[in-house]
C-alpha cells in the first residue's frame, strides 16, 4: 500500500452522499433523494454534502469470475458486495483467497487503468 502522505498527491477515493435536507446517505448518488425526494444539483451540489467511503465493512456476498477478458495474467478475479457501518452498500474487487459471507474486511481504493480510456477509482475490501 502506498502512503501518499510523504507526496504531494492526493490519495484515491470514492465519494457518498449525503442529502442535507434529511440526512440519508447514498451511493451512489441519485439525482433526488430516495427519502424526502430533496434534488440534487449534478453540477453544484447545492444541498448534499459528499464523504469518503472507507473503513471497516461486512462481506454480504460474494463470486469468482473465470471467464476474464484478454489481458489479465490471473487465472480468475474476486468480487463481492459489501455493507459499510453506516448502511451503504458497494460493489467491488476482494483481495482475499478464501473470501467467507459475514466477513470483516477493510476497504482501500487504488486507481484502475485495466480498461481503455481514462483511469478510475475502484474499491478493493481485504
Same mark, same amino acid.
Given at each position: 500500500?502506498?502512503?501518499? +502522505?510523504?507526496?504531494?498527491?492526493?490519495?484515491p477515493e470514492i465519494l457518498?452522499?449525503?442529502?442535507? @435536507?434529511?440526512?440519508?446517505?447514498?451511493y451512489p448518488a441519485p439525482?433526488?433523494? +430516495?427519502?424526502?425526494? +430533496?434534488?440534487?444539483?449534478?453540477?453544484?451540489?447545492?444541498?448534499?454534502?459528499?464523504?469518503?467511503?472507507?473503513?471497516?465493512? @461486512?462481506?454480504?456476498?460474494?463470486?469468482?469470475?473465470?471467464?476474464?477478458?484478454?489481458?489479465?495474467?490471473?487465472?480468475?478475479?474476486?468480487?463481492?458486495?459489501?455493507?459499510?457501518?453506516?448502511?451503504?452498500?458497494a460493489s467491488g474487487r476482494?483481495?482475499?483467497?478464501?473470501?467467507? @459471507?459475514?466477513?470483516?474486511?477493510?476497504? !482501500?481504493?487504488?486507481?484502475?487503468?485495466? !480498461?481503455?480510456?481514462?483511469?478510475?477509482?475502484?474499491?478493493?475490501?481485504?
Amino acid at each position: 500500500m502506498i502512503d501518499f +502522505s510523504m507526496y504531494d498527491v492526493k490519495a484515491p477515493e470514492i465519494l457518498g452522499y449525503k442529502c442535507l @435536507t434529511c440526512g440519508a446517505l447514498h451511493y451512489p448518488a441519485p439525482m433526488i433523494c +430516495s427519502k424526502c425526494s +430533496s434534488r440534487r444539483d449534478p453540477v453544484t451540489g447545492k444541498r448534499w454534502e459528499t464523504f469518503p467511503l472507507e473503513g471497516p465493512v @461486512t462481506l454480504l456476498t460474494w463470486t469468482r469470475v473465470w471467464n476474464l477478458p484478454e489481458g489479465y495474467n490471473v487465472k480468475y478475479l474476486l468480487f463481492g458486495i459489501v455493507e459499510f457501518e453506516n448502511g451503504l452498500r458497494a460493489s467491488g474487487r476482494l483481495g482475499v483467497d478464501e473470501p467467507r @459471507t459475514g466477513m470483516k474486511l477493510n476497504t !482501500r481504493v487504488e486507481e484502475s487503468d485495466e !480498461r481503455p480510456g481514462k483511469p478510475v477509482n475502484v474499491f478493493v475490501f481485504e
